[in-house]
């Protein structure tokens, strides 16, 4: 059965921080866009500091209205733009990082090492030292390996780690595989039936405070089934552990919430919130979460205009080539990923749609945003939005084909700003050195 693809209408419907103005053409937070496409130049990346704050209130307001107390750490991998940082420190989120250089970001960003959680798969000693001697709030530990050497690195700085295991309770998230982690063989979360036994370990273990688990199952999760499962079972885990005598305070239910890209039914976060408050609700435990695309994707937009409309034979659809490319915004070449694809003039807007298949200009036959996508007939220079670009865009963005990183800039509230300069090309050599051998023309 073919899927249709909702025209634009229907997209800005369901976007509240869009709008098409018959005469400023696409709004977005109040802003023309081609005022910043005019002046910025394209590919560029917009953040919408309105829609983060709006969409951290909404998700925390849902957790207030189930009783629920639950902390926000922002999940930063999906967009570690120091304006997005700070955008979210001011509306109280602390955060979640997976690498040295993301914890020092947002130390750098104001926000509390007390309110940062260090997640992933693989952290350096080096790491560790430095999150430590800042005063991290909690470390989430993946393995016994990472969970011994944690302890020796606590002791040689004469700290105490407060750790959480994350576990891994073999729960399919029904998303895409490579972004599913809650699998048993997936690389991330400690085994099931090893869980008590290392949480025993960890509390006899020097340097080491065991204060909770954790559980993140995967990304863009569409229905709240797998993350009650997942629940459900991480608050099975809390009544063993306590049952052997061993405290514990927190649970850290993880990120993993989906958004609308195309016309999917993702749940609201009242549904999350539903979903921890049936199984973790009455176990008195703090509550977090760290979601990082439910905030950030639909603040964000890339924009990109045309290079040319490459034209097809007779029934094949014509190619759209943008100066976008999939080193820009990578989710459709890794994923398939469907995003909303916008004209910033309203004529064209609204104009026949015919079915184009918009490419950018990377030597990669992957370096697709779309096939076949209904779409208005373009010009060479029109620009268009690619919407919900806001998370898992700029972040993987890289300079494959010696492309430089693109600009970005801020909106809120009818004003706009750069937060990022264009790469310079010759910039995307500086580092490189020629050995002695070699000789400089
Ligand atoms: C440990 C952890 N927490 C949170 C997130 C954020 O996920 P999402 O952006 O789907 O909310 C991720 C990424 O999937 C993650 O690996
Ligand atoms: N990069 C993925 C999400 C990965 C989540 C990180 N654990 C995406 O764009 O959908």
Not at 59 to 75: I, S
Not at 232 to 260: H, K
Not at 370 to 393: C, E, K, N
């Amino acid at each position: 059965m073919t899927r249709p693809d909702p025209d634009t209408l229907s997209l800005l419907a369901s976007r509240p921080s869009l709008r098409m103005d018959v005469q400023d053409g696409l709004l977005f937070e109040d802003v023309p866009l081609h005022l910043i496409a005019e002046r910025l130049g394209t590919p560029c990346w917009i953040t919408g500091a309105g829609t983060l704050r709006r969409r951290t209130r909404n998700l925390h307001h849902a957790f207030v209205q189930a009783g629920l107390d639950v902390a926000l750490h922002y999940a930063m991998k999906a967009n570690d733009h120091l304006a997005t940082l700070t955008v979210l420190r001011e509306e109280g989120c602390g955060a979640d990082v997976v690498s040295g250089g993301e914890f020092l970001r947002a130390v750098h960003a104001g926000i509390d090492p007390a309110h940062i959680v260090f997640s992933g798969v693989g952290k350096t000693n080096a790491e560790l030292t430095l999150a430590l001697r800042h005063g991290i709030g909690q470390i989430n530990i993946e393995s016994v390996e990472e969970l011994r050497r944690l302890s020796s690195v606590a002791q040689h700085l004469d700290l105490t780690a407060r750790v959480v295991l994350r576990v891994n309770p073999d729960i399919d998230a029904g998303t895409h595989d490579k972004i599913s982690t809650g699998r048993a063989g997936d690389k991330f979360g400690i085994d099931w039936e090893r869980v008590p036994a290392i949480y025993a370990e960890a509390a006899a273990l020097p340097g080491i405070e065991p204060i909770g688990l954790a559980t993140h199952i995967g990304s863009q999760i569409l229905s709240p089934a797998p993350f009650k499962a997942a629940y459900a079972r991480v608050a099975e885990m809390v009544r063993t552990l306590r049952a052997q005598g061993l405290s514990v305070e927190t649970v850290d239910c993880g990120g993993g919430l989906g958004i609308r890209y195309r016309d999917e039914l993702a749940p609201p976060p009242s549904a999350l919130a539903g979903a921890i408050r049936e199984t973790l609700g009455d176990l008195d435990v703090r509550l977090a979460i760290e979601p990082g695309r439910w905030l950030a994707a639909p603040a964000g937009v890339l924009l990109t205009s045309v290079i040319d409309t490459k034209h097809q034979p007779e029934g094949v659809p014509n190619f759209l080539i943008l100066d976008a490319a999939m080193n820009d915004l990578a989710r459709p070449s890794l994923y398939g990923s469907w995003h909303g694809i916008v004209p910033l003039s309203p004529e064209r807007a609204h104009a026949d749609l015919v079915p184009q298949t918009v490419v950018g200009p990377v030597c990669e036959s992957s370096d697709v945003f779309a096939t076949a996508r209904p779409l208005p007939a373009l010009q060479p220079g029109d620009v268009v939005a690619i919407l919900d670009s806001g998370a898992y865009g700029a972040v993987m963005s890289s300079t494959y084909n010696s492309r430089p990183f693109a600009a970005q800039a801020m909106v809120e509230n009818g004003q706009w700003q750069q937060i990022r300069a264009r790469q310079p090309v010759d910039a995307l050599w500086t580092g490189e050195m020629l050995p002695d051998w070699l000789e400089t023309q």
